[in-house]
């Protein structure tokens, strides 16, 4: 079996598995799919836009010519040197094409094959997984601790740290795709560079856009109760460009963050003081101060799994996302305003 865990994926992108020379990326973070399938070309040949080096083929090619791809795959490059092939799969089922190439793969050639969220019964990722020849690399949205990881990189790769309550603001606004994430800490770098440090007027200046404000919008109406707002501002988010998935994820985030809060209130922090702890904006102090009065601890935790609960259901029913994601947020908002959950 080659089904990489999310874990050992950075490892096989680091140094590819010669003896798994067909590599399928597939998940449902487009951004992290299309990074790490941009680092296997880079890794996979001299020049990627040499087009004897790189063939890339588009599923419509496959659908017209399937053979396409194992031909590919066993052509000699025309001036010698390292050759690949990139197969943009998205949702397409291309297994019947892929499977000739995995009965007899070449020693000579990587196919990579991006490929959108398939489900553990999806005819590719099967084949995929099953195949000593293939890898089959999942990319799911980030952890808090994969992002922490990210910000402090590219931060670090231009001489800068950043203050405590600035990263945990920064944490809120990040995740659901890993190539926009990147994008933003970069910009913050640049906007930061020769400053040494980044504050949290650095990233409300240049990461906090009319989305991530959106986004503020409709957790805080969430914990502080207001199922009435909740509505309104969960379709300002999905107007604004923020996926269901992404709403859920700063959901879990922010849910995680009010539990730290919660905690240090119970343990004899203020909670004015615990919202500081936070990285809270004093813009936000009052709504989430309002919310964070209505929820303990333990109701923050049983937040926090209907909440992961609601974000696998929303990856297994993509169709349905936006409706368990604004299902989930409106029963949170009617828990607080009943204080029962």
């Known amino acids: 079996m ?18 798994e020379p067909i590599v399928l990326v597939y998940g449902p973070d487009a951004g992290l799919v299309r990074e790490r399938v941009d680092a296997l070309v880079k890794a996979s040949v001299d020049d990627p836009s040499d087009p004897f080096a790189l063939a890339r083929i588009e599923p419509e090619d496959l659908s017209a010519n399937p053979s396409r791809l194992v031909e590919e795959a066993h052509t000699i490059p025309l001036f010698g040197g390292r050759r690949a092939v990139l197969v943009r799969a998205g949702s397409r089922n291309i297994a019947s094409a892929v499977e000739p190439v995995i009965a007899s793969p070449s020693p000579d050639c990587r196919v990579i094959i991006e490929a959108g969220d398939l489900k553990k019964s999806a005819p590719l990722r099967a084949l995929c997984e099953k195949a000593k020849a293939a890898a089959a690399l999942p990319c799911y949205a980030d952890s808090e ?20 309550d600035a990263r945990a603001f920064l944490l809120s606004l990040l995740g659901g795709d890993r190539l926009a994430s990147r994008n933003e800490v970069k910009k913050l770098a640049l906007y930061a560079r020769g400053k040494g440090k980044v504050e949290h007027a650095d990233v409300l200046a240049v990461v906090a856009d009319a989305s991530a404000v959106a986004l503020d919008a409709v957790l805080d109406a969430t914990f502080a109760g207001k199922p009435a707002d909740v509505d309104a501002e969960f ?3 999905r107007a604004d460009g923020s996926s269901a998935q992404a709403i859920i994820s700063a959901a879990l985030r922010h849910v995680a963050n009010l539990h730290k809060m919660r905690l240090a209130a119970d343990a004899g922090d203020s909670v004015d003081f615990a919202m500081k702890r936070g990285g809270i904006h004093f ?6 101060g309002e919310g964070l009065r209505l929820w303990s601890a333990p109701r923050l935790a ?3 799994q209907q909440l992961a609960d609601a974000a696998l259901e929303a990856r297994r029913n993509a169709a349905l996302a ?4 604004e299902r989930a ?12 959950n």
């Not at 080659?2 to 003896?19: C, L, M, Q, W």
């Not at 601790?145 to 405590?164: C, S, V």
């Open 2 to 19: 080659t089904a990489y865990k999310v874990s050992e994926v950075d490892r096989f992108i680091a140094r590819p598995n010669a003896g």
């Open 145 to 164: 601790a994969a992002l922490g990881k990210l910000i402090d990189d590219e931060l670090r790769a231009e001489n800068l740290t950043i203050a405590p």
């Open 235 to 237: 379709k300002k988010a």
């Open 283 to 288: 813009s936000r102090e009052r709504i989430v």
């Open 302 to 304: 049983r937040a926090m």
């Open 322 to 325: 936006d409706a368990i994601a």
């Open 329 to 340: 947020l409106l029963s949170l908002a009617m828990a607080a305003r009943r204080r029962e």
